[in-house]
């Protein structure tokens, strides 16, 4: 009896000891992802969100925007550029739940799947959530594919209907994150195809376990993660928007890394020994868009009036303060084609009230500004930009009301064209200016849904940027898109506001976490020391 008693007592004991070294990681995010599939989401809240349980093909190394092997070990191209044939890895479990247990590893007919789901109208789940797969439709994937076919379990060719010079980055980019075909067949039998979306499955190093809107996204620990057991046990996404909040939660222990700190506060996180203050050059940009489809801002005359009446520099040192410079061009300074000649419009504000007088408004006009609800890496403070602009604006006759919505509702209404006058802005996703220039001024992304907010389409500036995505000689490319910035800046859809450093913090107890060029957050490497 005894013997049994010093067992128990033994068992409890390593129980206890288990449990108190379990490891949770809390991170202050901004706001509540669109979606936990990456298909299903534009923005990097929702790109971050679901990347922890998703792997792609191919993917970013970590800390560049240089593309390498993921689920796809190995990979050829053609010599004419529109044939990639993809490797695939052996030995890749999916994740299980509690009504899918996977049979199988990761081969072929998962990639097949999660293309097709996109791309394919007849495919059984194209529209099973209601959504229009807005990045692949923006980045023109549904055109420029022509198949992707199984060779074998291990091999998967893709033949484009022409060459693509950022094609692979694009397939790095999460919306092409690889889910397993055979939770979608079982989801059919059991008749709930929506929950492909609502409780994902991929081959990630997290596990989902549960999303409360406002709250927190929760995920666990992948055991059977191909790159190794990440060191936490569990990862929570705290959903906290307001970055004076995030900060006093990092700073109480009740989250560890946090996102997008105010730049006022970044003197308080470098003075609290407790804390770390990570940054980097970002690739982002912060803009104005004017709505063009619409009068008065169809009017090239009301557009470069706008773009005169507002002070950017003082928007910089009041809300940016030391961390961000002031934009002209719509990609940032530190990538490649930057037209450094570009002469931006000055601020003018008597100039700006003769060209809105020239334009018909010789007493002004009243219009919406929306501004964002949450901070951005791109715009730590959307409302009081706005209230910066409101200002600028009046002094030349024209009166704003201000608008916001919640962040998921906001830019949905922005993609559907709502707003007449909106703060958005974007952080590159892979590292090539076609991810700002086609994408966000694009002729093809004007659409309703799109990621044109401007809702502009300029025919000569569209040629150049689609001709630019079919040459691979970045020399080339980078001319094109030279004579495109000067088109963008003479035909004024946008004010360029600002492009920002962005920070991150995190305590001190954190090791492995680094802030990523493209947006991402990456926790598989990231571990607590006490």
């Known amino acids: 009896m005894k013997a049994r008693i010093l067992a128990i007592a033994a068992a409890v004991i390593a129980f206890s000891a288990t449990a108190s070294q379990a490891k949770t990681l809390v ?38 925007t240089r593309v390498g092997p993921a689920l796809a070990e190995s990979w050829t ?30 081969n072929a007919d998962d990639v097949l799947f999660s293309f097709n789901r996109q791309w394919k109208p007849d495919h059984p789940f194209h529209n099973t959530s209601g959504e229009s797969y807005d990045y692949f439709r923006d980045l023109g994937m549904p055109e420029l594919l022509e198949s992707v076919e199984k060779l074998d379990d291990r091999t998967v060719r893709i033949r484009l209907t022409r060459a693509e010079a950022p094609f692979l980055a694009d397939v790095a980019m999460p919306f092409n994150a690889i889910l397993s075909a055979e ?16 409780e994902p499955i991929g081959t990630g190093p997290f596990t989902f376990a549960g999303y409360q809107r406002d709250v927190s996204v929760r995920y666990r620990a992948f ?67 004017m709505n063009t489809g619409r009068p008065p801002f169809n009017d090239l005359r009301v557009r470069r ?18 961390t961000g410079t002031v934009a002209k061009n719509p990609i940032p300074p530190t990538m490649w084609s930057y037209n450094e000649t570009i002469v931006d419009y000055s601020y003018d504000p008597e100039a700006a009230r003769r060209l809105l007088a020239e334009a018909g408004y010789p007493q002004g006009l009243s219009t ?19 209230e910066m602009i409101e200002v600028d604006l009046a002094r030349i006759g024209i009166h704003v009301n201000l608008v916001t919505e919640e962040w998921n509702t906001y830019r949905v209404k922005l ?59 970045q020399a080339q490319r980078e001319r094109l898109y030279g004579v495109a910035q000067a088109i963008f800046r003479d035909d004024a859809p946008w004010v360029p506001l600002a492009h920002s450093v962005v920070f991150m913090a995190l305590r001190k107890e954190v090791t492995g976490f680094r802030i990523d060029p493209i947006g991402r957050h990456l926790f598989e490497g990231v571990d607590l020391v006490q």
């Not at 490797?87 to 509690?98: C, D, E, M, P, Y």
């Not at 919406?368 to 706005?386: C, E, H, K, T």
């Open 415 to 473: 993609q559907a064209g709502v707003p007449s006058l909106a703060l958005y802005g974007w952080t590159s996703d892979n590292g090539d200016p076609d991810n700002f220039l086609h994408l966000l001024l694009g002729c093809a992304t004007a659409r309703p849904g799109g990621n044109n907010i401007a809702k502009w389409c300029n025919p000569a500036y569209d040629d150049l940027v689609s001709r630019a995505k079919v040459i691979t000689d």
């Open 183 to 198: 939770y979608g067949e079982q989801l059919l039998k059991m008749g709930q195809p929506e929950q492909l979306d609502r």
């Open 77 to 106: 191209v053609s010599e004419d550029g529109t044939e990639y044939t993809f490797r695939l890895r052996r030995g890749i479990k999916f994740h299980s739940n509690a009504v899918f247990k996977p049979t199988r590893e990761f």
């Open 223 to 289: 055991a059977d993660y191909w790159q190794g057991r990440p060191a936490v046990d569990t990862l929570v996404f705290s959903i906290t928007p307001n970055p004076a909040v995030r900060l006093a939660k990092l700073r109480a222990g009740e989250c560890h890394i946090m996102a997008f700190p105010d730049p006022a506060d970044l003197k308080t996180i470098t003075d609290d020994p407790e804390l770390t203050l990570l940054q980097q050059e970002g690739l982002n940009v912060g803009y104005l868009a």
């Open 305 to 322: 009036a706008i773009n005169m009446a507002i002070d950017k520099r003082a928007i910089i040192d009041a809300v940016y303060q030391e």
């Open 27 to 64: 991170f202050c995010s901004e706001g509540n992802p669109e979606s936990l599939n990456p298909q299903l989401v534009t923005t990097t809240t929702g790109m971050n969100a679901g990347r922890p349980m998703f792997n792609n093909l191919v993917e970013f190394v970590p800390g560049t």
């Open 368 to 386: 919406d500004l929306w501004y964002m609800p949450v901070s951005r890496p791109y715009n730590p403070n959307g409302r009081r930009v706005a």
